[in-house]
């Protein structure tokens, strides 16, 4: 299972082709959509959010609702591409560089400067055109493709925002369906009222100083199966694979499963989950500190990833810089940006671990069609009881 993507945040649309699903997985359009919405709401986003209304277009390797077998191919309009079709065209264009909108003025924290030496560019919008996050917008998509696939085999995935800056969620012992009903009801993805309210609150003095906050976001996947991923070879962990995934998510820093950084404080006997047996479980652990993993393989507790996300770099509050024309010092002027986008990152989070889970779980019991898939699980989940 595999998915590229391609297309820019002021052009006409980004596109995705997914390889590798099985026949006969009956998609929700709606399901699909609402993801891509969950994804546009928050606290703190920008202008741009009010322009767009992101839905999926599926145009090849879906017929009358069910997967083919064939690669998905999905598309996302950008709304706001009709007001940039000269500046984002395909064609020569002749015309200043005010006219081109060209960049020469490279933004801290962005892909701007590295990505204008690297590929050469004197006009760094080629470079802010594609790293752009607007890019999540695909990968939520093609993440909701496998929250389908996955839903299908009664895999649950949920999200949360942990922090945005110094406000900092209580923990809390919600079971999955109440944490994803009333993360949905919060403008910042989190279950507690008051937190909700000091997070906007705390935003939006950030705002008002022309700064940006970053923070923390939690995805928990229950109901996956003991054994996906392998120790055998380091390129089939599938926590070092959820790790990957995560830090490929625009402006995340870093990455954590279960107490992550944590377990170098603590004693061993603070860290491990003691393994239990009975009829009813079988095998399970006492905690699930060790969020879901041990040895590179799920251990059939819920998996827990956090990733943690800088503050957006697109500031009010001008950051020092150098014009890669005149080589002089410059401070950006900014046009619009979002003040904080960490609610949205946690759906984007839950999309990519989402899309990880379900490669291992094809990998594991893959077949070209859901009704096989379904008979090698199955198949494994005897041999696992019978163990
Ligand atoms: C982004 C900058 C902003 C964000 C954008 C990501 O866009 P613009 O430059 O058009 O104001 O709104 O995010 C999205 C468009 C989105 O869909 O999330 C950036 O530089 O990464």
């Known amino acids: 299972l595999r998915y590229l ?25 709606e399901a699909l959509n609402f993801q891509l919405a969950r994804r546009q709401k928050g606290y703190g986003r920008g202008r741009r959010m009010q322009i767009e209304k992101d839905t999926a277009d599926i145009v090849g390797g879906v017929r009358h609702g069910y997967t083919t077998g064939a690669p998905v191919a999905l598309v996302v309009a950008n709304n706001d591409w009709k007001h940039w079709t000269k500046i984002m065209n395909i064609e020569p264009m002749e015309g200043t560089d005010e006219e081109k909108r060209r960049v020469h003025r490279p933004r801290p924290g962005h892909a701007d400067l590295n990505g204008g030496l690297k590929y050469n560019h004197k006009d760094l919008r080629n470079v802010l ?40 969620a209580p923990p809390h012992n919600l079971p999955l369906d109440e ?4 993360t949905e009801e919060s403008s910042v993805r989190v279950v507690d009222k008051e937190t909700e309210q000091k997070m906007e609150a705390y935003i939006e ?21 003991v054994g996906l991923g392998s120790f055998v070879q380091y390129d089939r962990k599938l926590d070092a694979r959820i790790a990957q995934a995560v830090m490929s998510i625009n402006a995340f820093k870093g990455v ?21 047996y009975n009829e009813e479980r079988g095998y399970h652990r006492a905690s699930n500190r060790l969020g879901g993993f041990e040895g590179g393989m799920t251990n059939g507790m819920p998996i827990v990833v956090r990733g943690v996300m800088k503050p957006i770099p697109t500031l009010y509050k001008p950051l020092q810089s150098v014009d890669i024309d ?18 949205a990152a946690s759906v984007v989070l839950e999309s990519v671990v989402a899309w ?7 990998e594991k019991f893959g077949g070209d069609s859901m009704d096989e898939i379904r008979n090698n699980l199955k198949n494994y989940l005897t041999q696992v009881e019978q163990y």
């Open 5 to 29: 993507t391609a297309g820019e945040t002021h052009g006409p649309q980004l596109t995705a082709i997914i390889e590798g699903l099985p026949s006969q997985l009956e998609l929700d359009f």
């Open 129 to 168: 055109e594609r790293s752009s996050a607007r890019e999540t917008a695909i990968r939520v998509a093609c993440g909701a493709v496998a929250r389908q696939f996955l839903e299908a085999f009664g895999i649950k995935v949920a999200g949360q925002v942990i922090r945005i800056g110094e406000i900092v």
């Open 179 to 182: 944490l994803i009903a009333q």
């Open 205 to 225: 003095q950030i705002k008002k100083e022309g700064d940006s906050i970053g923070g923390v976001v939690e995805c928990i996947i229950e109901g996956v199966p």
């Open 256 to 276: 954590e499963i279960g107490i992550g950084f944590e377990a170098g404080e603590l004693r061993g006997s603070q860290v491990h989950d003691e393994i239990l």
């Open 326 to 343: 005149t080589k002089e010092a410059f401070t950006a002027q900014v046009e619009r940006s979002d003040a904080c986008a960490v609610p």
């Open 356 to 362: 990880e889970v379900a490669k291992a779980f094809l």
